[in-house]
């Protein structure tokens, strides 16, 4: 039987899709760490504030769901929690700091939902500090609360710098966990498989960064898993980068200054559909939120002004299951900033200050570290109803798919594009009609990515060649 498909106006395009991202635990008074942090449920449709967490302090942390979005457990610093808020069985001294940005990170084990792969990251000096270190979880354990395993606080690193993200690998299957060296223009890519955690792959990116600082700042992976965002400190200032990265391979290549020198910290974040970027410049006293169009020629004549206001700090962003993008605040205030329509261009992304308020509880500095799933790599395919102007039919479909709009005038940077599983853009056309036909036939059986492109909004969905 042929389905139709509509597509979701905002489909987050990470494992939040099956609700593992559901809730986040997070934040704590910077100045009184005997208060206890803030969190979010976005089970309802919409963020509610949860003050129930067992987490003190203010940096790193990590939370993750069921596909039904009920909390498995959550971590901060060096200690993992359980879904009832106390320390998990053997969940203390994992290795990490709870003075590190991105302290923690976790990564379901390929093919068994009972186990997970947590990395903490102590992100200080050598003297300091022991580096990046993970351990396993097993969730049959204590009674399916859960317990760290005898595999724990395994050494990967000696040292690193305090940031530390992930993205799924091309392959489908496995992960790629990345952090840089500190105080060098070093990254290890560290290939998380089923069996095991591989050496690691090296790039010296060969950035001229300043000796006897934190080198790098701002960690971010755009949902498409093709690019970082992070600032290096060059020449006393913070300079934002964006470098390609190679989810086959797992290099990381071009590093591409983007804005100004700025104030240290400020935070940035991908769209969900991975084609707009936005950036915090600190100026004096006066933040300005900016946008960039990663899929325009020129990406840095692209630079749209956004929002400004006096500074606060705003450490970290991260794209919700609502596909809204939030912005963590000052130290210790109670409530986040969003981007509600973070894929639109221009102002119409709707920026909003101070639009969830956490009842009560600090922000503390970074939100949840989330392991970032591209679409590319989803496995389903599935019917998705929104609200929207166009469908896409027949799906799965054997020799054509057809977008049917309802919008009745066209520009000229109005088009579709299909991309294989690994990101690899395969045809692009322009669209001018209310239907245009994409003949498949002669491509090999499986899953695809179709992105569409009307009147400035990008979206995507997954297609079945038959």
């Not at 709870?98 to 903490?120: E, M, R």
Request: hydrophobic share 40%; with cysteine.
């Amino acid at each position: 039987m042929k389905k139709l498909i509509t597509i979701l106006l905002f489909l987050p395009m990470f494992c939040c899709a099956q609700k593992q991202g559901n809730i986040w635990y997070f934040g704590g008074d910077y100045n009184n760490q005997s208060q206890f942090g803030a969190g979010i449920d976005f089970n309802s449709g919409a963020a509610t504030a949860l003050t129930n967490s067992g987490m003190r302090y203010t940096e790193g942390s990590a939370a993750y769901c069921n596909s039904a979005g009920e909390l498995i457990f959550y971590a901060q610093g060096d200690t993992v929690f359980d879904r009832t808020h106390n320390v998990m069985s053997n969940g203390a001294g994992l290795g990490g700091d709870w003075s590190t940005q991105q302290s923690v990170l976790i990564v379901p084990v390929t093919g068994d939902t009972n186990k997970y792969y947590i990395f903490n990251n102590d992100g200080l000096a050598t003297s300091n500090g022991t580096g990046l270190h993970y351990s396993v979880i097993d969730m049959r354990e204590n009674g399916g609360l859960g317990a760290v395993t005898t595999v724990k606080a395994v050494n990967l690193i000696s040292q690193n710098s305090e940031y530390l993200t992930a993205c799924k690998h091309a392959n489908g299957a496995d992960f790629w966990v990345i952090v840089a060296d500190y105080d060098s223009s070093i990254f290890y890519a560290y290939q998380v498989t089923a069996s095991g955690v591989l050496a690691p792959v090296i790039t010296n990116l060969g950035v001229n960064v300043t000796a006897g600082s934190f080198a790098i700042t701002n960690f971010e992976m755009s949902p498409n898993a093709d690019k970082l965002a992070l600032k290096f400190r060059v020449n006393n200032n913070y300079v934002r980068h964006l470098i390609d990265f190679d989810n086959a391979s797992g290099v990381l290549s071009n590093p591409f200054a983007i804005g100004k020198p700025s104030g240290y910290n400020i935070g940035c974040g991908f769209s969900p559909d991975g084609n707009l970027f936005y950036d915090l410049e600190r100026t004096n006293a006066t933040d300005s939120l900016f946008q960039y169009n990663l899929s325009a020629p020129n990406v840095l004549a692209s630079k749209t002004y956004i929002y400004s206001r006096l500074s606060k700090f705003q450490f970290d962003s991260k794209i919700g299951p609502d596909g809204k993008l939030y912005f963590s605040g000052d130290f210790n205030t109670s409530t986040l900033d969003v981007i509600n329509f973070p894929n639109l261009i221009g102002t119409a992304c709707n920026f909003q200050p101070n639009a969830i308020s956490l009842g009560g509880v600090s922000t503390g500095i970074m939100l949840p570290n989330e392991l970032l799933i591209a679409p590319f790599f989803a496995t389903d395919v599935n019917d998705f109803v929104a609200e929207n102007n166009f469908v896409v039919y027949p799906n799965p479909a054997h020799a054509a798919f057809v977008v049917k709009t309802k919008q009745s005038a066209f520009s000229a940077g109005d088009r579709v594009q299909l991309f294989s599983m690994t990101g690899q853009l395969l045809y692009t056309a322009d669209i001018h009609t209310q239907e245009t036909t994409i003949d498949v036939a002669n491509y090999p059986q499986g899953t695809y990515m179709l992105r569409t492109v009307l009147n400035g909004q990008q979206q995507s969905m997954k297609i079945l060649k038959e």
